[in-house]
């Protein structure tokens, strides 16, 4: 009803009819009182005519115009919604998953107290696996700690509950760790887990987590590159790992990469940046590989790996002795190790107080060896016990093959639910 009055004093303007001025006016227009798409229609009338016979094309302008606008700008808003809201969506649907870990140490409180305090080590994020209480998260969260604690959103109830954490198990050749937490089934809500086997270079990628100690916090962007490696706590490669612009920051780690549909296509672990913040880098290990690590730690506890027991010396470094050979030579055998018992050589240092070459490894388990990570790669398709074909060039000149039966890579010690201060350090050797 409120357009009636405004309506007819245009048809009477095309008409030739005065109109009493408080409805329209060819030099002002008093519609104060109606709403504001019938005064933008009155003034872009008023001035478009350019006489009496011009209202009805002024009409058609102004209409078309205004109503083209409004459409326009109403489908570019629900375009834009439709995005924002499966992001919002995504993010509510996660809240629940994706947890808050606190780590500390202990120290004595002096004096005559033989209590322990907890004194904060680091923050960092994980999510929920499974409803037996298992939290997934980066090895490096929990490296240095002897305790943690794990905050979960419950948004029933809509506070957040704290638990004591025990750690199941830990793989720092891979970054992952497995914590297990005493909580009622109606609070863990496990993340929807997807595959990173289908991955493609620009599609959407959401990261959730608590950056500088900020609890769940979004950032949204793509999938930037495939197939990057990146380096564990152990000093081994991890490869395949996710490239992604997401804004990473210290406190992502352990939280989860996800696509559109919310499903886990990785775990943020690491960025590129000289300042320690984001620069739109980062890297995230990829979920079936964590698939595969979570369930084995989860079901025995350990990761079980393959070693040559050799240490190796830098390929770059081997070409400065004049040994320009694709291959990867052995610095030193390790006393009883699988190598030594096959009989491969390492570098030896000569009276004259130069070093001799010794053996080259240039094909193991019959995947040819370049550089130093292609045997981490070789290795990683092969389990302790089994015996496998080593091929190397003795002094760079001649070609030995060797049968060697794999032993068991050492797991490193963990000060975790211990009184222990934490010291790991890295572990180079294959």
Not at 221 to 240: C, D, E, K, T
Not at 336 to 346: H, L
Not at 377 to 391: C, M, R
Request: aromatic content about 4%; overall charge neutral.
């Amino acid at each position: 009803m409120d357009l009636v009055r405004p309506l007819i004093a245009f048809l009477l303007v095309a008409c030739g009819a005065s109109v009493p001025t408080r409805l329209v006016s060819r030099n002002n227009v008093r519609l104060h009182s109606y709403p504001s798409i019938v005064q933008r229609l009155s003034r872009q009338i008023v001035r478009s005519m350019a006489s009496r016979r011009d209202i009805g094309r002024g009409l058609s302008l102004s209409l078309g115009g205004i109503l083209g606008s409004s459409l326009g700008h109403s489908h570019a808003r629900q375009m834009l919604q439709s995005s924002e809201l499966n992001t919002i969506n995504v993010f509510k649907r996660s809240i629940p998953s994706v947890v808050f870990i606190d780590t500390f140490i202990q120290s004595s409180r002096g004096g005559f107290s033989m209590d322990p305090v907890d004194i904060p080590a680091g923050t960092g994020s994980g999510f929920v696996w499974d409803r037996d209480g298992h939290i997934v998260t980066n090895f490096h969260v929990i490296r240095n700690a002897q305790t943690a604690k794990v905050a979960i959103s419950d948004p029933k109830l809509k506070n957040v509950n704290t638990y004591q954490a025990k750690l199941v198990g830990f793989d720092p050749d891979k970054d992952i760790a497995v914590l297990k937490v005493d909580a009622p089934q109606s609070v863990l809500r496990p993340l929807q887990i997807g595959t990173s086997a289908d991955l493609d270079v620009g599609q959407g990628a959401i990261a959730i987590g608590n950056p500088f100690g900020l609890d769940h916090t979004l950032t949204v962007g793509v999938v930037s590159g495939l197939g990057r490696q990146v380096m564990a706590p152990s000093g081994r490669p991890i490869f395949n790992v996710i490239q992604t612009d997401a804004s990473i920051n210290p406190g992502n780690s352990g939280g989860p990469l996800l696509n559109s549909d919310g499903e886990a296509i990785g775990i943020n672990t690491a960025i590129f940046s000289p300042s320690g913040a984001s620069s739109g880098v980062g890297f995230a290990i990829p979920i079936d590989t964590v698939k595969t690590i979570a369930n084995t730690l989860i079901e025995k506890g350990q990761v079980l790996r393959p070693q040559l027991g050799v240490s190796l010396f830098d390929t770059a470094a081997l070409k400065a002795f004049g040994v320009d050979i694709d291959g990867v030579a052995v610095l030193q055998v390790a006393p009883g190790s699988p190598a030594e018992q096959a009989g491969i050589m390492g570098m030896s240092r000569l009276s004259t107080g130069d070093l001799q070459i010794g053996d080259i490894l240039i094909n193991v388990g019959g995947d040819e060896i370049k550089v130093e990570s292609d045997i981490f790669k070789a290795l990683e398709k092969h389990q302790p016990g089994e015996t496998i074909d080593v091929v190397v060039l003795r002094s760079g000149k001649e070609r030995i093959d060797f049968k060697v039966k794999l032993g068991q890579a050492r797991l490193p010690g963990s000060s975790f639910g211990t009184s222990t201060p934490p010291s790991i350090g890295g572990f180079h050797g294959s």
